[in-house]
């Protein structure tokens, strides 16, 4: 019932497409080495109903990594998961706390192509209830050195917080969209 792939190696391309994790979803120290011109991992029409922990993972260099309509349920862990390439999540949902904790967005050596923004939030629902956390521990190296781009299917039920996060990379229509948010108290917007 639950998927343990701690300390995998994935050499190839890595697509989890219509699966129900329904238990836990182990990925820590998990690296994703493969390259494709467009998506080189994808989760795709994915349920996650327990933990699920990315923690320490690498994603691959030169490719995109999709998180395409996901449903985060349960506590959700990206700390000190580094992507290497672009990274897009599209239609997803969080529904309990997820938290990039020095989470490393790095796409200096890729040669992705896209369209929108290096990082995409596109179109997530934050749930009533749910903690959404992006936080750098360093106020030295701030999050996110490339721009970014967040939006939302409806104002976010839950709470996002942001600190030690490097706010002028996010596209000018997303820095403003989570400035009014930030407003009505869905968003916090801490040093950084």
């Given at each position: ?170 596209t000018p229509a997303s820095k403003e969209r989570l400035l009014q948010l ?11």
């Open positions: 019932r639950g998927l343990d792939f701690s300390a995998a190696k994935l050499t190839q391309l890595a697509f989890f497409t219509k699966v129900e994790f329904v238990s836990f979803a182990l990925f820590q120290n998990t690296q994703f080495t493969g390259t494709a011109d467009g998506y080189a991992i994808k989760f795709e029409d994915a349920r996650f109903d327990g933990i699920t922990d990315f923690s320490r993972t690498v994603f691959g260099a030169d490719s995109t990594v999709g998180f395409l309509r996901v449903r985060f349920e349960d506590f959700t862990n990206f700390e000190e998961a580094r992507f290497n390439g672009h990274v897009v999540f599209s239609d997803t949902s969080f529904a309990s706390v997820t938290e990039f904790i020095d989470t490393e967005f790095d796409t200096v050596s890729s040669t992705a192509r896209y369209r929108g923004a290096a990082v995409e939030f596109n179109g997530v629902a934050v749930q009533a209830g749910a903690a959404l956390t992006f936080m750098s521990t360093d106020p030295e190296n701030k999050m996110f050195r490339h721009d970014v781009q967040m939006s939302f299917k409806a104002d976010p039920a839950g709470h996002i917080l942001f600190k030690n996060v490097n706010l002028s990379r996010f930030a407003k009505s108290d869905r968003v916090e917007i801490g040093s950084g």
